[in-house]
């Protein structure tokens, strides 16, 4: 099975005819195109968890 | 196998529907987004509805284009996704619990000149678990002191730590924070001049105020540039009160309160822990109170980003009431300065606000 999805003639939206790449998800594996680096952010850890959350202590202005 | 092509919500964007308008956060890119009720509906409902079926409701053509400018957004700025309609219940939604590892989780500590009691509440407060401090400097505050009192931070394991200093023309304030790296937020209050500096690559800022910000009634602001678009927040925002849920504060005197703006003390430092503090019936009463239930705010689209105050109240009988500090109208979608409405006046002089330097 091809794992990126062309939809169809016929079929109710047909993505290609949108201004964007859009992701759609299927039951097998998407290989998705690479967009160029992000931000870096330790997501996930501790550190960034508790800065996040204990931001403002006070809110002094 | 259905050839349906369906569109969904990402689960970690979290709707916020307000009387007006609603909003939709993407808490992984920190952003967040106004949005119309009638949009909220359509995406809050989930109904396994295509883009095309959604835009044949529409009564005019008109209509049509709008709703689909704004799928188009929604396609763009990834909170919604296109999944075959066999697959939309696949998709797990987030849990919104909330819990840290502490008993205490953030603390305001104001000191005197003797700073007799840090090194013993410091210690109470490693025991509680607490992960974040602000020390706010009530006296004078020479380099000598200011070592002493970093000295006793250092080693800590406190993931944050704000100082709230007055302004010595001596200090070289640079040099301190990169010599105590720990430090997440150095503010001088009483400069010269306002700036605001990024220190030891950013971890750090060192922030210059005219004002005396030690004052415990300059704080409890509430404005956009204080909202948290952040699921943790977000979660925490639906149980408990975003500013006193696990907070403590001991005031210049010694005295243990829920804050330093609220006159209520719950014993002093001298004579009891802060866990016997902590047990006392009435400690956690501000602590479940969320913004589904204070008043005006209950109708705002910014309820779960924003943060809360009960310290000043537009109306200081009722423990439900809309922070003062807040200038937005939920109803007319507009910011105001706060200070400047005329319904505030009174209220503003009965907190003391109005002779703050």
Same mark, same amino acid.
């Given at each position: 099975?091809?794992?990126?999805?062309?939809?169809?003639?016929?079929?109710?939206?047909?993505?290609?005819?949108?201004?964007?790449?859009?992701?759609?998800?299927?039951?097998?594996?998407?290989?998705?195109?690479?967009?160029?680096?992000?931000?870096?952010?330790?997501?996930?850890?501790?550190?960034?968890?508790?800065?996040?959350?204990?931001?403002?202590?006070?809110?002094?202005? | 196998?259905?050839?349906?092509?369906?569109?969904?919500?990402?689960?970690?964007?979290?709707?916020?529907?307000?009387?007006?308008?609603?909003?939709?956060?993407?808490?992984?890119?920190?952003?967040?987004?106004?949005?119309?009720?009638?949009?909220?509906?359509?995406?809050?409902?989930?109904?396994?509805?295509?883009?095309?079926?959604?835009?044949?409701?529409?009564?005019?053509?008109?209509?049509?284009?709008?709703?689909?400018?704004?799928?188009?957004?929604?396609?763009?700025?990834?909170?919604?996704?296109?999944?075959?309609?066999?697959?939309?219940?696949?998709?797990?939604?987030?849990?919104?619990?909330?819990?840290?590892?502490?008993?205490?989780?953030?603390?305001?500590?104001?000191?005197?000149?003797?700073?007799?009691?840090?090194?013993?509440?410091?210690?109470?407060?490693?025991?509680?678990?607490?992960?974040?401090?602000?020390?706010?400097?009530?006296?004078?505050?020479?380099?000598?002191?200011?070592?002493?009192?970093? &000295?006793? /931070? !250092?080693?800590? $394991?406190?993931?944050? %730590?704000?100082?709230?200093?007055?302004?010595?023309? =001596?200090?070289?304030?640079?040099?301190?924070?990169?010599?105590?790296?720990?430090?997440?937020?150095?503010?001088?209050?009483?400069?010269?001049?306002?700036?605001?500096?990024?220190?030891?690559?950013?971890?750090?800022?060192?922030?210059?105020?005219?004002?005396?910000?030690?004052?415990?009634?300059?704080?409890?602001?509430?404005?956009?540039?204080?909202?948290?678009?952040?699921?943790?927040?977000?979660?925490?925002?639906?149980?408990?009160?975003?500013?006193?849920?696990?907070?403590?504060?001991?005031?210049?005197?010694?005295?243990?309160?829920?804050?330093?703006?609220?006159?209520?003390?719950?014993?002093?430092?001298?004579?009891?822990?802060?866990?016997?503090?902590?047990?006392?019936?009435?400690?956690?009463?501000?602590?479940?109170?969320?913004?589904?239930?204070? &008043?005006? /705010? !209950?109708?705002? $689209?910014?309820?779960? %980003?924003?943060?809360?105050?009960?310290?000043?109240? =537009?109306?200081?009988?009722?423990?439900?009431?809309?922070?003062?500090?807040?200038?937005?109208?939920?109803?007319?979608?507009?910011?105001?300065?706060?200070?400047?409405?005329?319904?505030?006046?009174?209220?503003?002089?009965?907190?003391?606000?109005?002779?703050?330097?």
């Amino acid at each position: 099975m091809n794992n990126k999805m062309h939809l169809k003639e016929g079929l109710l939206i047909n993505t290609e005819s949108l201004p964007f790449s859009v992701r759609l998800w299927t039951a097998t594996s998407v290989q998705i195109p690479f967009k160029g680096p992000r931000e870096v952010k330790s997501f996930g850890t501790r550190e960034y968890k508790y800065k996040k959350y204990y931001k403002y202590i006070s809110r002094r202005g | 196998m259905s050839d349906k092509i369906v569109f969904r919500l990402f689960s970690s964007c979290l709707l916020t529907a307000g009387s007006t308008r609603a909003l939709i956060c993407d808490p992984q890119r920190g952003n967040y987004y106004t949005i119309p009720l009638s949009l909220y509906s359509i995406i809050a409902e989930q109904k396994k509805a295509s883009i095309e079926e959604t835009l044949a409701i529409c009564e005019d053509q008109e209509e049509a284009e709008i709703l689909k400018s704004y799928f188009n957004f929604l396609l763009e700025h990834e909170l919604i996704f296109l999944c075959r309609e066999d697959l939309a219940d696949n998709f797990t939604p987030i849990k919104y619990e909330f819990d840290v590892p502490a008993i205490i989780a953030n603390a305001i500590v104001q000191i005197g000149k003797k700073a007799e009691y840090l090194v013993d509440t410091l210690a109470q407060l490693k025991l509680l678990g607490c992960q974040a401090f602000e020390l706010v400097v009530m006296t004078d505050c020479p380099l000598s002191f200011l070592s002493h009192i970093l &000295e006793l /931070c !250092k080693g800590q $394991e406190l993931d944050e %730590v704000n100082l709230y200093i007055p302004f010595n023309p =001596e200090t070289d304030y640079e040099a301190l924070i990169e010599e105590y790296c720990f430090l997440s937020s150095v503010t001088i209050c009483n400069a010269p001049t306002n700036e605001e500096i990024f220190l030891n690559g950013d971890s750090c800022t060192l922030r210059f105020s005219t004002k005396d910000l030690r004052d415990h009634r300059h704080c409890g602001i509430i404005a956009e540039k204080y909202f948290i678009p952040d699921l943790v927040h977000h979660s925490e925002s639906l149980q408990h009160n975003t500013c006193l849920n696990r907070k403590i504060a001991i005031d210049v005197n010694g005295n243990i309160k829920n804050c330093p703006s609220l006159n209520e003390s719950f014993g002093n430092i001298k004579d009891i822990t802060l866990e016997e503090a902590i047990c006392q019936p009435h400690f956690k009463k501000y602590w479940n109170i969320n913004k589904d239930q204070i &008043e005006v /705010c !209950k109708d705002c $689209e910014f309820r779960h %980003v924003c943060t809360d105050c009960r310290a000043y109240l =537009e109306d200081p009988s009722n423990v439900y009431s809309k922070p003062l500090k807040c200038g937005y109208d939920p109803y007319t979608c507009t910011w105001e300065d706060w200070s400047k409405n005329p319904l505030k006046e009174n209220i503003i002089i009965q907190y003391g606000i109005h002779s703050i330097e």
